[in-house]
């Protein structure tokens, strides 16, 4: 079993619609959790850093339940900019490496 | 400030031969990342590095090898490639060991092997 699973894409959604990615991880040792958006052929870059309490940015809201060990990503209202990868990653306390899920595509078509 | 740079984008190599990718950041952090990241897959860890002049091993780290005698440059070396070895490879970089740092990432290396 991987250490960090996500949902298996694509996802293809019309302009508008609501889109929610989930992501699992199997160490319970981790406590710092992030959603890094990675474009086709580009570097990841990171999109919003996942907080005990939710959090949210805009169209984008994360949420962590440790019990379960999973994350979520739901973006509201899709542009076609949002058409990207979606890689969760998982940190341990401290720890020097991060790990990273294999990502989900998005696709949003108009 | 350039951020995260590496050098060259792209290469392409026979077998055998052997190449080093250079990874530089000018953001005074402590860590640096080695990754590659193939075709559908996430990005898997290959070496690391938490301090100048330290190395780690990470996920995936056979037939490569490490250096980072200054802090701000950390070099993946290929002795003897394999086409196996083709693949998309990230440097990134992170403050400091706190857990909420978020890592920032260079443009990419487009390696192949043939």
């Known amino acids: 079993r991987k250490e960090v699973e996500q949902d298996p894409g694509p996802f293809n959604v019309p302009e508008g619609a609501t889109v929610a990615f989930n992501c699992t991880y199997s160490?319970?040792?981790?406590?710092?959790f992030f959603w890094y958006r990675q474009d086709c052929r580009k570097e990841p870059k990171l999109l919003m850093s996942v907080y005990s309490s939710g959090n949210e940015d805009g169209r984008f809201t994360a949420q962590l339940n440790r019990a379960s060990q999973y994350i979520s990503l739901l973006i509201r209202d899709s542009k076609l900019s949002d058409s990207a990868t979606y890689l969760c990653?998982?940190?341990?306390?401290?720890?020097?490496?991060?790990?990273f899920g294999d990502g989900t595509t998005l696709t949003v078509k108009p | 400030n350039a951020g995260v740079t590496q050098t060259p984008k792209f290469r392409v190599l026979k077998t055998g031969q052997s190449m080093t990718l250079l990874c530089a950041q000018d953001m005074n952090h402590e860590y640096m990342y080695w990754y590659r990241q193939d075709p559908g897959m996430g990005l898997r860890l290959i070496h690391y590095s938490v301090g100048e002049g330290t190395t780690a091993k990470g996920e995936v780290p056979d037939g490569y090898n490490v250096s980072r005698l200054k802090k701000q440059n950390f070099l993946l070396g290929l002795e003897s490639a394999a086409p196996s070895q083709t693949s998309v490879y990230f440097c990134?970089?992170?403050?400091?060991?706190?857990?909420?740092?978020?890592?920032?990432f260079g443009p990419g290396t487009r390696l192949t092997v043939l």
């Open positions: 160490n319970s040792a981790s406590q710092s």
């Open positions: 990134a970089s992170r403050r400091d060991n706190l857990a909420v740092n978020e890592q920032f």
């Open positions: 990653v998982v940190r341990e306390t401290n720890a020097g490496k991060s790990t």
